[in-house]
């Protein structure tokens, strides 16, 4: 049995929406180098859509490929939609994570949600809600 | 595919399948009986036990055969514990970067309210002799070293060590399981009272190895049982995977010298190519290690990406990142070598075979480096690294 599934390794090999946005209008960073997880999500908000994101992910496999698959959620959907992405999404879009491999797709959600707080942040409006 | 994880296990050599399968289909009889078949069997045993006492300097019955490496250190050490409490002596002098074969055994010990004594193994991997002799006490019942890392290959000066040990009156046992076969070990020129062995380690079967306890050593049983092992192990013999240790184990002994002289300039031509990666870093001493162990650390990315990616390459490694463990600290003999938390979830670990080529050789270099540069094009690590948001520390 392989550590993965297929839905995982092929967002591990081939990841979508790798890069930086250079006028990114909301940035979120989650996860610390100690414990060997870092994303940070890039968004290109506009008229309440997602137009463009990007992600840069230092991690393992599934961290990787639950980056990819977050931002294929999210991209092109209204804003109010990217904040209801979970990591049950995310895991399940994936096909499955490994028990100890589910914070990668937490990780996910968390870097969204961080960029998308910065965007309401940058647009001055303090609570999302 | 290049096989490059030597140090997890080795693929059997051709002999000790041979053995191995012969033994199966004509000596399968139980040693402990009395008619042919099993005298047979037990001569085959025999035979097994004087062969591997041979290849390091034992007496056949210094030589135990157990499950592997992991049941030899912990009867080693248990045995010594038991010896030790007997007599009031409940103190033991290991290092920071042993296996958890032994580690985890030595932390159980403690919890029956025995001393340890980590000594550090400094930044290059090896323990130095003086601070074992200082950390030896009145109450010390046992001093075990490892012979060579299982990570990062650095070899330990045992022979100083078993000298101190036998002056000081201390019992010292070595798990030279990732050495056997690959270095000379010797327990007489070494004075090593105890020693453990896997023979999956240097071509042999999975699920055997042995234990070597010199003449005079009390053991305490693991298993107990029947007679077997003059009462110290108890089970019936795996007599199959023994007599194909044995085989192996000869085998490798009698290739050493060429097996390291091949291997050696190899693993030196790697880790210069490596070396060559910026922000990179071997792990361990450059000299004094294995032939065959490569370990490296890269800033700003994660082991077991560059693990997977390698396997599309065709390049099967390991690496000591949190991720490849299961747990959330990475490597305990990196973080005990003084890497930090950051740089040894970047680790990679190539333990090359004998058959391995010059040619081999380039096309991991060039995998690695590629892999690394890739991984590194979109890590956030190493993106503020350059920007100089954040301090290299390779």
């Known amino acids: 049995m392989a550590l993965y599934s297929e839905k995982v390794m092929d967002h591990f090999r081939n990841p979508r929406n790798v890069g930086v946005i250079e006028d990114a209008n909301g940035i979120g960073e989650v996860g610390n180098a100690k414990c060997g997880d870092i994303m940070k999500m890039y968004l290109k908000i506009e008229d309440d859509i997602i137009k463009d994101v990007k992600f840069e992910t230092f991690g393992c496999g599934s961290a990787i490929a639950s980056s990819s698959m977050a931002t294929e959620l999210i991209k092109g959907k209204p804003v109010s939609e990217a904040m209801k992405l979970t990591n049950k999404a995310v895991t399940e879009a994936l096909d499955g994570l490994p028990a100890y491999k589910l914070h990668c797709s937490v990780l996910a959600e968390e870097a969204i949600q961080s960029a998308l707080d910065d965007y309401y942040k940058r647009k001055g409006i303090e609570s999302r809600e | 595919m290049i096989y490059a994880d030597n140090a997890a296990t080795t693929k059997m050599s051709e002999a000790a399948i041979k053995e191995m399968v012969a033994v199966n289909e004509n000596t399968f009889g139980n040693p402990s009986t009395l008619y042919s078949i099993g005298q047979s069997a037990k001569e085959v ?107 990062i290959g650095t070899i330990q000066p045992i022979g100083e060590i078993g000298e101190i040990c036998r002056r000081k009156g201390v019992p010292f046992h070595t798990d030279a399981v ?133 396997d599309d390459k065709g390049i099967q490694a390991s690496s000591g990142s949190a991720c490849t463990s299961g747990s959330l600290d990475p490597s305990h003999v990196l973080l005990a070598i003084g890497r930090v938390h950051d740089v040894a979830h970047g680790s990679l670990r190539l333990s090359i075979g004998e058959d391995i080529t010059e040619e081999d050789a380039d096309l991991m270099v060039d995998s690695v480096s590629e892999v690394v540069e890739y991984l590194r094009s979109f890590s956030p690590v190493w993106r503020d690294l350059m920007s100089g948001k954040s301090q290299f520390i390779l």
């Open chain 2, 45 to 151: 045993l025999e035979k097994a036990r004087q062969s591997v006492a041979s290849v390091i300097g034992a007496e056949p019955n210094e030589i135990y055969f157990t499950s592997g490496g992991s049941e030899a250190d912990n009867q080693a050490i248990v045995s010594a514990a038991v010896n030790g409490r007997r007599n009031g002596r409940m103190h033991i002098v290991s290092t920071a970067f042993e296996h958890h074969a032994v580690l985890n055994t030595l932390e159980r010990l403690k919890k029956e309210g025995f001393d340890i004594t980590l000594l550090d193994v400094h930044e290059n991997g090896i323990v130095i002799p003086s601070e074992v002799e200082e950390a030896i006490r009145d109450d010390t019942c046992l001093v075990t070293v490892m012979f060579a890392n299982n990570e």
């Open chain 2, 178 to 310: 990732q050495a056997m076969g690959h270095i000379k070990v010797d327990v007489n020129e070494l004075n090593v009272d105890m020693l453990s062995a896997s023979a999956h380690k240097f071509h042999g079967p999975k699920g055997v190895g042995f234990l070597y306890a010199r003449k005079g050593t009390r053991l305490t049983n693991l298993i107990e049982g029947g007679e077997q092992e003059r009462g110290k192990r108890a089970g019936t013999e795996n007599v199959p995977g023994i007599a194909a240790m044995a085989v192996a184990l000869e085998e490798a002994a009698g290739k050493m010298d060429e097996y390291s002289a091949h291997l050696t300039p190899i693993r030196d031509r790697i880790i210069a190519g490596l070396s060559r990666i910026p922000h990179s870093a071997l792990n361990g001493d450059a000299v004094r290690r294995l032939p065959g162990n490569i370990n490296f650390c890269f800033e700003g990315i994660e082991g077991e990406s560059l693990l997977l990616l390698l």
